[in-house]
């Protein structure tokens, strides 16, 4: 059976959006590896006639670089294990116990979601203050905790509740323990889940910059989305140089990514149940 001519139209759509979506990608890429003369020639080059490294080196020489790099390291190690930790023991509690004001506390989940973050960056920043935690990675870290949890406590949930109970009383059955029946059971099955939640905590730690702004003022402590500002001056912007330490920025969110993202495929679906 051949197919009809509305089958080709949807996937001339889809990759037109493919190309929308990957082409400024590309175009930050390929900047990266020109000269000055040729990000300014007309008519534009789709690729670099001569490529070369002289936009990296100069990125890789800030004295400030590898402090944002070591700072956003940093923020991202601790942020992930932790938020996955406690959201995950959180989420294991409302999926599989019932217990007073569970109801309230899901809508409360549900609701700080929504919240527009920049209408949360003054409290946040004065909150800080007070306790002695702005200007501090510490500070970063219990920001974004605040703010990745209720979307993972939320997404584990569904995971969590996917696990048919069947399994665990059955392993109990057998003389597992409740914990023995956890780490046997439930843990194995909802790896996606956890991989899915790391990869969501590391995009938001690594590349993060609303919050970053409000609550850093030493260079020192910079993050590289906020050390990549200081390429965009008063006297112009330095393109080659933004363009290229992007690059970098962008490479441990995009490798991290391609080593989990068979785990990552089968975990986007397999939190969609009714929990």
């Given at each position: ?5 509305g089958k080709y139209a ?103 979601q929504m919240v527009p ?22 500070g970063l870290v219990v ?133």
């Open positions: 059976m051949k197919p009809g001519p949807w996937t001339a759509l889809g990759v037109l959006v493919i190309v929308v979506w990957v082409f400024p990608v590309y175009w930050m890429a390929t900047t990266a590896f020109k000269s000055t003369a040729a990000m300014a020639a007309d008519p534009p080059q789709l690729w670099p006639h001569t490529p070369n490294l002289v936009h990296f080196r100069k990125v890789v020489h800030d004295p400030l670089f590898w402090d944002a790099v070591t700072n956003s390291a940093l923020v991202t190690a601790l942020t992930v294990p932790l938020a996955v930790l406690v959201a995950f023991g959180s989420a294991l509690a409302i999926a599989r116990f019932r217990f007073r004001g569970r109801g309230v506390y899901l809508t409360a989940v549900m609701l700080v973050h920049v209408a949360l960056v003054v409290p946040v920043f004065l909150t800080l203050s007070d306790v002695g935690l702005s200007d501090s990675v510490p920001t974004y905790l605040a703010f990745i949890l209720p979307f993972a406590v939320w997404t584990l949930r569904g995971f969590i509740a996917s696990v048919p109970k069947d399994l665990e009383e059955a392993a109990m059955t057998d003389g597992c323990t409740r914990m023995g029946a956890f780490r046997r059971i439930i843990l194995p099955l909802t790896l996606p889940g956890l991989i899915a939640t790391s990869v969501y905590s590391m995009i938001l730690a690594w590349n993060e910059y609303l919050f970053a702004y409000f609550i850093l003022a030493s260079p020192d402590k910079y993050t590289v989305p906020l050390w990549l500002t200081h390429f965009v001056t008063s006297e112009g912007t330095d393109y080659g140089a933004l363009m290229a330490g992007s690059v970098i920025v962008s490479a441990p969110v995009v490798v991290f990514f391609m080593l989990v993202q068979k785990h990552l495929a089968a975990g986007l679906t397999a939190g969609a149940v009714k929990g």
